[in-house]
């Protein structure tokens, strides 16, 4: 079956340090890939897609990038963070035509 | 894209029929309706989808109308566990991978 991963769960970081959130889908081949983020009683602001290894759109000018290594593999970055970034991080995935997408269990990130 | 307006919140009472309806004027020829279901501190879950008429299915119904500038989403008898924000979304053409939420409406269910 799908499954999609999210890590860490939780997260507190001080202003100006560093970010890396990582997500891996495991049963699928060749899945668009998502990272969104949502803030505290806010809808999903979409941050970037994949539709492939080393193809990223991005969404929102901003200080986090993105990258996609390998196939099932999405990584969110960030070399300073800003207290603006504080949110929940989501990752998801849709495969092939399907309209359905499927949501990972997020990273709660505190900029403090 | 076409862009979504929903009611920002909507409350109800426990085994009523809840109708929540989604305007959508500038929906293109190949876009398809979505609608999802999002519980606090976790990912939005799909609910159900169609392009035009209804749409049915164990949990919900999906009624357009024939010029698919609006949808309703129709949830039967709602249980305090149906509260939740619903999000509307219309896209996927297939000229396109992107999925982008609106704000979502907030149904909220009293015993």
């Known amino acids: 079956s799908q499954t999609i991963h999210q890590w860490p769960a939780t997260l507190v970081q001080p202003v100006g340090s560093p970010l890396s959130l990582e997500c891996t889908v495991e049963g699928t081949s060749n899945p668009n890939l998502y990272w969104y983020r949502q803030a505290a009683g806010r809808g999903l602001q979409l941050l970037f897609y994949?539709?492939?290894?080393?193809?990223i759109s991005s969404e929102v000018p901003q200080n986090l990038s993105a990258s996609r290594p390998q196939d099932r593999q999405f990584i969110l970055s960030s070399k300073k963070l800003l207290l603006s970034d504080s949110g929940f991080y989501l990752c998801?995935?849709?495969?092939?035509?399907?309209?359905?997408?499927?949501f990972g269990p997020g990273t709660r990130l505190t900029v403090t | 894209l076409a862009k979504t307006t929903q009611p920002i919140s909507m409350d109800s009472y426990e085994g009523q029929e809840v109708n929540i309806t989604c305007s959508h004027n500038?929906?293109?020829?190949?876009?398809?309706i979505t609608w999802y279901q999002q519980f606090p501190s976790q990912g939005p879950r799909f609910i159900i989808q169609g392009y035009k008429t209804k749409v049915t299915n164990e949990v919900a119904s999906l009624f357009i109308p024939a010029d698919r500038k609006s949808s309703t989403l129709s949830l039967p008898r709602v249980s305090l566990s149906d509260t939740a924000v619903y999000y509307c979304l219309v896209g996927y053409g297939g000229a396109t991978n992107k999925l982008i939420f609106g704000t979502g409406t907030l149904l909220a269910v009293q015993p």
């Open positions: 994949s539709v492939g290894i080393g193809q």
């Open positions: 998801a995935f849709r495969v092939g035509n399907s309209y359905e997408q499927y």
């Open positions: 500038n929906i293109a020829t190949n876009d398809y």
